[in-house]
């Protein structure tokens, strides 16, 4: 096992202000240098996967690119650099399997707004995990960060996401026709928004 100075497991360099976030039924925390491989193997196949990035805006990636992956990384780790990104992994408590992340990005400390991503393995879809990890995410930007609102663009016929985001208190504030071109498709966005103080359990 790969460990730091102090004898904690080794984190990607972005990890470093991470905390760990756990509900009981997901975790969300640091990517480890302990799990770096197997990181990267699943995430490259929950990117792969057409029915997880349906309606992403951007194509699936090809099976297996672990190349991408690392690449993909390596973004996070500049974004975090930068100072307007965190992503979190998220893992099942008492698992080391990767099976989906979160991500705040477009972080803006002037007006205290974020945006915020998420994919969750398929595999476990109808179980509550996605709603949970954005919900423990939403707590920590909310919370540890004093954010003040929380945007998401979602593809309207993306129904699940919409429910969820709209469970967690967040509201359509408009839609952006043909925003997309993904595999020659176009595709709109609805803009959705948290303000701090409306979120709900």
């Not at 699936?60 to 930068?82: M, N, Q, S, V």
Request: hydrophobic share 40%; with cysteine; glycine share 10%.
């Amino acid at each position: 096992m790969s460990t730091d100075a102090n004898g904690a497991p080794a984190r990607r360099p972005h990890a470093a202000a991470l905390p760990v976030l756990d509900d009981g039924g997901i975790r969300l925390g640091p990517w480890l240098a302990e799990t770096a491989d197997a990181d990267t193997d699943a995430l490259a196949r929950l990117h792969a996967d057409p029915a997880g990035m349906r309606y992403w805006s951007t194509e699936p990636w090809t099976p297996g690119d672990r190349d991408r992956a690392e690449a993909y990384l390596d973004a996070i780790d500049e974004g975090a650099k930068a100072g307007d990104l965190l992503q979190f992994a998220a893992r099942l408590p008492g698992s080391p399997a990767l099976v989906g992340w979160v991500t705040l990005y477009r972080i803006d400390r002037t007006h205290r707004r974020a945006e915020i991503g998420y994919l969750i393995d398929t595999a476990l879809g109808g179980r509550g995990l996605g709603r949970r990890m954005v919900r423990l995410a939403l707590d920590h930007a909310f919370d540890a960060l004093a954010l003040h609102k929380i945007e998401a663009d979602v593809d309207p016929r993306n129904l699940a996401s919409c429910r969820m985001l709209e469970a967690l208190g967040f509201q359509r504030e408009g839609l952006l026709r043909q925003r997309w071109r993904t595999g020659g498709e176009l595709q709109d966005s609805a803009i959705y928004g948290l303000i701090a103080d409306e979120r709900r359990g």
